[in-house]
Structure formats: C-alpha cells, structure tokens
C-alpha cells in the first residue's frame, strides 16, 4: 500500500496532468486552424501590408488603395502597437479622421506578431493612430481611390 502510495499514485497523477496539458495544446491548435480557415474563407488578399515599428512608426506611413481593398497590418516589433481610425478612441484631436461616412475601426491593443485587416468602402483620406503611441504622434494614412 505504501509503495502505491508513494510511487503509483503520484505516476497516475503526472501522467493525467499531461495528457490534460496535451489535450488542451491540441485544443488550442485546432482553434487557431479554425481562426485561418476563417481568415482565408474570406478569400481577400491584402492589397499592401504595413508594418509597425520599434522606433513607433507604421512601415509604410502612407498607402494608396483602390475602394473595396483590404489593408493588413502587422505588428512586426517587441511593442504593443494598436491601428485606431476611430476619433472616439483619441485624446488629441485630429489624430483620427475619416472621410464622411467611413466606418470607425479600431484593432485593439496588438501583440509582437499579430496581425490586423480592414477593408476600406469609401473612398478618400483617413488617417489613424496607434493608441499607446498617440503622443509620440505614431499616425499612418490610407489614401483611398475609386
Ligand atoms: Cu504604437
């Protein structure tokens, strides 16, 4: 009794731990396979990715599309960084504008590495910000043509 207690049990119990650790990885897995799937059923390409800098800048500051193309951003620095077109999110004023009629978007704080799309509808010049770097004046434009 003693030698299961002592050996057995805690056996029985690291190797349940790990199968529920495994479990929860593949888990994980399949939802991000989901989370693609997604991405990709919406069969839209970017027109152009933007990059987010170390130095607080988004890489290229300026784009041109055409209306009804997507935009990606990826956070390719050690920085959160986020993609706001959305003046209610600002503290300064005229850090976000939109052209008349444009939806707000806002991407949310991004880690290192993620990514964010939006598709543009209405054309003419919006002009974003990265929340965490307002002050630091970290704006981007897209310049949309129909
Ligand atoms: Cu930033």
Known sequence: M???KRYIFPLLLTTAIC?????ALQTNQLFSQET???????????????????TMKFDADTVRINVGEMVEWKNS??????VTGDPAESSVEGSAVLP?????????MMD?????????????TYQYFCIPHEGAEMFGWVIVEE
Do not use: C, R, Y
């Open 36 to 54: 693609d799937k997604e991405v990709k059923s919406s069969g839209q390409e970017p027109a152009v990715t933007v990059g987010m800098t170390n």
């Open 112 to 124: 290192p590495e993620e990514t964010f799309t939006h598709t543009f509808e209405v054309p003419g």
């Open 100 to 108: 008349d009629g444009a939806k707000p978007f806002d991407s949310g």
């Open 19 to 23: 199968l529920f650790l495994i479990g």
């Open 77 to 82: 620095s050690l920085l959160a960084h986020s």
């Open 2 to 4: 003693s030698f299961l």
